[in-house]
């Protein structure tokens, strides 16, 4: 099954195809502390990133799904502290999708895993 492209748009990162758009975060009053999440899926839904576009000052999080991801040790919630996609200004553009997904997926530095008060574990 493919993903979805509807109101996506695609992007190719490493020979491999990837679909990515902004959603409204369905609580933008309410106790999330954000209104707009990017959410980036590969089109064989292996890969899963939804990352919420939060306030100056907050400690950027993303939660990394799918089979491709291997965290370690395993855990069912898989939100990890990360770098900030967005640009200066608050955009989001294909590099920071870019950005995102090759950061996702390298091995390159350990992720910290956080609770769901953004605190580490």
């Known amino acids: ?21 902004i959603k409204d975060s369905n609580d933008p009053a309410g106790w999330l502390c954000w ?10 839904r292996r890969f899963y990133a939804n990352y919420p576009i939060l306030p100056k000052g907050e400690l950027p999080f993303i939660w990394i799904t799918g089979k491709e991801f291997k965290p370690t040790p395993p855990h069912p919630d898989n939100k990890y502290r990360c ?6 200004d608050g955009a989001i553009t294909p590099q920071s999708v870019k950005g995102l997904i090759q950061w996702c997926l390298s091995d390159g530095e350990p992720k910290i895993r956080v609770d769901w008060n953004n605190k580490p574990i």
């Open 35 to 44: 209104s707009y999440e990017l959410v980036v899926a590969s089109e064989d």
């Open 83 to 88: 770098p900030r996609f967005e640009r200066e």
């Open 1 to 21: 099954m493919v993903a979805e492209t509807k109101r996506r748009r695609k992007i190719v990162v490493d020979g491999r195809s990837y679909m990515w758009r």
